[in-house]
């Protein structure tokens, strides 16, 4: 490509575990299901305690437009129905289910019967599937957009630029044939004409993978995009950019550019979906971080406590200061390990005091930095200043709601100010504003 790419920054990767193949975690003695995986209207238990269910069982939904409904991973009964602080700092509900072990699974698990587009919409519904590149936003209405006669292309996004993930890279390497059936699924029934894969330079095995089982499917719409290893490279606005040149502001849909954006391991999910009917029930996620005794890629039962999935990486090597949901970059660092895997979670890392105490915050020295590592060259200490004045108007102007909080701006930051959080606290305040 001769395009100018969009400001972006280095990051040591430590993909520590891309040799580690996936291995499969046997089933806990007990998983704590949430009812608020997504984005949207929390769903409701559909069962109570001392009821018996399956693997693949619905157990939660919503008659709610963005939402998802929610599957046990598990065989076993139904021991409580809890509330818990959330990672995010709410109170959700959780269906406690003790395990059987035999994992059973449910008589409504059968592969979807698809004649159209209403079809795959509703069967995309009824899998559970959100976005599982973190956002977590209900894929079915993300495939029903309302100019859906205007889309033509659907981009994959295989970046996975994040430090120390690597399951989406061994993803791509274990179960490629499943990403090439999701895109093929989901370019027929949305009447797509083009599809892109975009992954990052530094997994070249991945990379030849799909091109290797690409061309051995004979579908040369499909086209294999190497990207920069750069951050936030796998940011959507940014990959749309650096594979179709087009430039999608902040409030803008993907669609309405033309396009479908899914993460690599939703597409994979619908390619074995279509195959077997088994809906969301499990994640492969990285487990790593200098706190961990064994770090590897895992496939997890949803609902599963973060001790247990430590625990079967070999406990912790030392104490953990800091443990994180996602990477290190964008990822939420969490209070406690008693929480439950979710969906969008893709990594468990765990850190101790050495990588995760935060160095002492300085005066701004004015170097610049920050607005050049920005992608969409904006001016992060001008917004934490008029976030600290409370200036809606001046945050307006400077457009923070253009920010995505990927979290560059403070990593190059020699001063160590939290500019992105600043400028998450700046968006709080220019909504607060509107809203008067």
Not at 70 to 87: D, F, L, N, Y
Request: aromatic share 4%; net charge neutral.
């Amino acid at each position: 490509m001769n395009r100018k790419h969009l400001n972006s920054i280095h990051v040591n990767h430590n993909k520590n575990t891309e040799k580690c193949s996936t291995e499969i975690m046997p089933v806990p003695d007990k998983v704590y299901i949430s009812m608020s995986q997504h984005i949207g209207a929390p769903c409701k238990p559909l069962v109570a305690k001392g009821d018996e269910v399956k693997v693949g069982q619905v157990i939660g939904d919503s008659d709610a437009f963005v939402s998802a409904p929610i599957h046990s991973s598990v065989s076993g009964k139904v021991v409580g129905i809890e509330e818990a602080r959330s990672a995010a700092g709410g109170v959700d509900q959780l269906v406690v289910i003790e395990t059987d072990k035999k994992q059973e699974v449910a008589e409504t698990v059968k592969p979807p019967v698809v004649s159209g587009k209403e079809d795959f919409i509703k069967a995309v519904r009824d899998s559970g599937l959100v976005g599982l590149g973190g956002a977590s936003f209900p894929t079915h209405v993300k495939y029903n957009p309302k100019n859906l006669d205007e889309v033509d292309t659907l981009i994959v996004n295989a970046a996975e630029c994040e430090p120390f993930i690597t399951s989406d890279h061994r993803l791509m390497l274990e179960d490629t044939r499943n990403i090439i059936d999701g895109i093929l699924t989901v370019m027929k029934y949305l009447d797509l004409k083009k599809a892109y894969i975009g992954v990052e330079s530094n997994k070249p095995d991945a990379i030849e993978k799909l091109k290797e089982e690409i061309t051995k499917s004979g579908h040369p719409e499909i086209e294999v995009i190497t990207l920069r290893s750069r951050y936030p490279q796998g940011a959507e606005r940014v990959m749309i950019y650096e594979i179709t040149g087009k430039h999608m502001d902040a409030g803008v849909l993907p669609a309405q550019l033309g396009i479908i954006l899914s993460n690599v391991t939703s597409i994979a999910f619908i390619g074995e979906y279509f195959k077997t009917g088994m809906p969301l029930i499990a994640k492969r996620i990285t487990v790593d971080g200098d706190a961990v005794n064994s770090p590897k890629n895992i496939i997890v039962p949803i609902g599963t406590k973060i001790y247990d999935i430590i625990n079967f990486c070999g406990g912790y090597k030392s104490e953990p200061k800091k443990i994180i949901m996602g990477g290190p970059m964008m990822g939420r660092a969490i209070f406690s390990d008693n929480l439950p895997l979710v969906k969008n979670n893709n990594a468990i890392l765990a850190f101790t005091k050495d990588k995760a105490d935060i160095q002492m915050e300085t005066q701004c020295i004015n170097c610049g930095r920050c607005h050049h590592a920005c992608p969409f060259k904006l001016m992060p200490t001008a917004l934490s200043n008029a976030m600290e004045q409370r200036d809606a108007d001046r945050l307006k102007k400077l457009k923070v709601m253009s920010c995505m909080e990927c979290g560059s701006c403070a990593y190059v930051c020699p001063a160590k100010r939290p500019l992105g959080f600043n400028n998450k606290l700046g968006k709080a305040i220019l909504k607060e504003a509107e809203s008067k």
